[in-house]
């Protein structure tokens, strides 16, 4: 979804609104249905409108969208321009209104059976203590308020002329002048109604959106607005009489298909359609709020929040999450975390705000659908860390939604290409290959004389070999391997060069570390080495495959992946008790959790030179050849 500040742009387009010093109109900058491009479709002369005069614009432009063919004006009336467009719309005086509301009266007398009856019937919806709350919005000279009020309702009108305001509240009705989609709502209604006023609201997803926010499961929305596949529609049409074009408060023009659409998108089920007995052209849908489901959950917040402090692999595991958390809810997502992780995360295409405390954006998004994933166990999850993170909102994603994507940075691309051209060039037809040697944590860390091992036979081959990391990381330093030939990336390149350089490399090799979620937003292939989770918890998704052009290579030990382990009450339960007496920490428990005696023997004997180079040689990579090009060291 395109928000506002994305799809609207402000403009002054008329001289006398510049004497006026007000913007009366702002521009679509994309289709506000699905963001895509429009071209113009026709332009409608409206100075013989009831409502047009000086300084309005003389003609509406509308446009179809190429995407999703949804038909808009080019630009929508700002606060101001809506003030401006009503300020000469007459109001029935004091003694016309008694005919004109029985006259609206009897038509909305049908609307309000209706609802009734899909709320039950009398006895079921009035047969509770507390009244049934119906909200009108642009109640107008309220006669649809008063009849909902005449059945028996606790019915609110919402209206932003403070004249019809000024006499529903006159007549003792309740009315409030506020603008629907700014209101904050603290209950939850049991009908709210929307006539002729889904077409005026420059972006309908969020007024749908809102709409399910404020009913309760099981309330209903009632909605009218002209329907472009009607007969009238075509009628008119046919006739060159179609008004609805030169209607200066509309925007949008939908057909009954299109809102039925978007309504079961917002979490409704449209129960009834009816033919307006009042306009031309118009359809009437009533929908019920379904039960509330994660996913309608996700799309009736304002905003997701991702929290995740730290831990580069789990970061970027958490950007993997923020695109199918973006694709599923249409939501602008927000992650909370630390500022040393914070210019990552910009890189990231599907992350719309970061910052420390999301708290911080609550005035702009009062709903943020939150969840704090910095608990360990989702690093020690049966499922892959982006799948567990998505349980933490109840939802599920398909592969192709949990790519990590970063975008590249041209300062680091064009560091990348310079040192290249410092160092010795690789032999053609043979592969580049980079190797993250960190040494941390015992029971995830292969020996360095492995990686010299698996760093001789490499050159040996004739492949250019490049060690990659940092000696700065607290946990898992980077080892350089004391190989003739090798090549040393270490400290050199930042993360976004680090992701430069995988993109011009053949393959990764690194133990479970955060790099081999750098490697994810490129097309390297990858061979891991994992011993206390499972590679399938943590290789990543590409190309809509998990573990596409990747291989974990696992020890033999019966307790791999150990983590797993701390599933296992009875397992767990000594630990827990150093935790408890406070003789243990949970990262001394991480870093040493070994089932088989503390032997580490998975990183330390178990997974040899020969097991990596038999998983390279299975990714088939045409310039790493077969492994019997690798000469013994």
């Known amino acids: 979804m395109i928000t506002s500040a994305q799809s609207l742009e402000c403009f002054v387009g008329h001289s006398d609104e510049l004497r006026h010093g007000r913007e009366l109109q702002c521009r679509f900058r994309a289709c506000?249905?699905?963001?895509?491009?429009?071209?113009?479709?026709?332009?409608?002369?409206?100075?013989?409108?009831?409502?047009?005069?000086?300084?309005?614009?003389?003609?509406?432009?509308?446009?179809?969208?190429?995407?999703?063919?949804?038909?808009?004006?080019?630009?929508?009336?700002?606060?101001?321009?809506?003030?401006?467009?009503?300020?000469?719309?007459?109001?029935?005086?004091?003694?016309?209104?008694?005919?004109?509301?029985?006259?609206?009266?009897?038509?909305?007398?049908?609307?309000?059976?209706?609802?009734?009856?899909?709320?039950?019937?009398?006895?079921?919806?009035?047969?509770?203590?507390?009244?049934?709350?119906?909200?009108?919005?642009?109640?107008?000279?309220?006669?649809?308020?008063?009849?909902?009020?005449?059945?028996g309702f606790a019915a609110i009108g919402l209206e932003t002329r403070a004249q019809l305001v000024d006499r529903t509240r006159a007549l003792g009705f309740n009315a409030m002048q506020r603008n629907f989609m700014t209101l904050r709502f603290d209950v939850a209604a049991d009908v709210l109604s929307m006539t002729d006023v889904l077409e005026q609201i420059p972006e309908p997803r969020e007024a749908l959106r809102k709409a399910a926010r404020l009913l309760r499961p099981g309330g209903v929305l009632t909605l009218s607005a002209p329907d472009s596949s009607s007969?009238?529609?075509?009628?008119?049409?046919?006739?060159?009489?179609?008004?609805?074009?030169?209607?200066?408060?509309?925007?949008?023009?939908?057909?009954?298909?299109?809102?039925?659409?978007?309504?079961?998108?917002?979490?409704?089920?449209?129960?009834?359609?009816?033919?307006?007995?009042?306009?031309?052209?118009?359809?009437?849908?009533?929908?019920?709020?379904?039960?509330?489901t994660p996913i309608l959950e996700l799309r009736s917040a304002d905003a997701i929040c991702i929290e995740r402090r730290g831990g580069m692999g789990d970061i970027l595991m958490a950007l993997g999450a923020a695109k199918a958390l973006k694709t599923l809810s249409d939501r602008p997502v927000i992650l909370a975390t630390a500022p040393g992780m914070q210019k990552l995360a910009r890189s990231c295409p599907h992350i719309d705000h970061i910052v420390e405390h999301h708290t911080v954006l609550a005035d702009q998004y009062p709903n943020i659908k939150h969840a704090d994933l910095n608990a360990v166990a989702f690093g020690i999850s049966r499922v892959h860390q982006i799948d567990a993170y998505l349980e933490a909102y109840g939802v599920s994603a398909a592969p192709e939604l949990k790519h990590i994507e970063l975008e590249p940075e041209p300062a680091a691309e064009e560091k990348v290409e310079k040192i290249l051209k410092c160092w010795p060039a690789r032999t053609p037809g043979r592969a580049r290959v980079l190797l993250h040697a960190a040494l941390g944590d015992a029971n995830r860390s292969w020996p360095q004389q492995r990686w010299e091992e698996l760093a001789a036979k490499l050159i040996?081959?004739?492949?250019?070999?490049?060690?990659?990391?940092?000696?700065?990381?607290?946990?898992?330093?980077?080892?350089v391997p004391s190989t003739p030939g090798i090549l040393s990336a270490v400290d050199i390149l930042d993360v976004a060069a680090t992701v430069a350089l995988m993109r011009r490399s053949d393959l990764f090799v690194s133990t479970d570390s955060g790099p081999v979620q750098l490697a994810a937003a490129t097309d390297i292939a990858i061979v891991g080495l994992y011993s206390s989770v499972a590679g399938s918890c943590r290789l990543p998704f590409r190309h809509g495959q998990a573990g596409w052009r990747a291989v974990a290579v696992g020890p033999s030990c019966a307790f791999h992946p150990c983590y797993q382990q701390m599933h296992n009450s009875e397992v767990i339960a000594p630990f827990m008790a150093k935790l408890q007496a406070q003789t243990l920490t949970v990262n001394e428990m991480f870093a040493n959790w070994c089932l088989d005696g503390g032997s580490f023997a998975c990183m330390k004997h178990q997974i040899t030179v020969t097991m990596v180079l038999n998983a390279i040689e299975s990714l088939a990579i045409p310039a790493l050849g077969q492994q019997d090009a690798y000469e013994p060291v």
């Open 32 to 151: 506000p249905l699905c963001g895509g491009t429009g071209s113009p479709l026709r332009t409608a002369e409206c100075t013989g409108h009831p409502l047009w005069h000086e300084p309005l614009p003389g003609a509406l432009e509308w446009m179809r969208c190429s995407r999703c063919q949804h038909i808009h004006t080019r630009n929508y009336w700002t606060e101001a321009g809506l003030d401006e467009v009503t300020r000469t719309a007459p109001v029935n005086q004091r003694h016309d209104l008694p005919a004109t509301v029985a006259a609206r009266r009897a038509s909305w007398t049908r609307m309000v059976e209706k609802v009734v009856g899909m709320l039950g019937g009398y006895g079921t919806a009035f047969g509770r203590p507390d009244r049934p709350m119906w909200i009108d919005v642009g109640s107008g000279d309220g006669s649809l308020l008063m009849t909902a009020a005449d059945y």
């Open 231 to 292: 007969s009238g529609w075509r009628l008119m049409e046919a006739t060159h009489a179609n008004s609805y074009w030169m209607e200066l408060e509309r925007l949008h023009i939908f057909s009954r298909e299109r809102l039925i659409q978007l309504l079961g998108e917002a979490g409704f089920e449209v129960a009834e359609v009816a033919i307006s007995v009042r306009d031309r052209a118009h359809t009437e849908l009533y929908a019920v709020r379904k039960a509330s």
């Open 460 to 479: 040996g081959a004739g492949h250019q070999v490049i060690v990659v990391g940092s000696t700065h990381d607290p946990l898992k330093p980077a080892a």
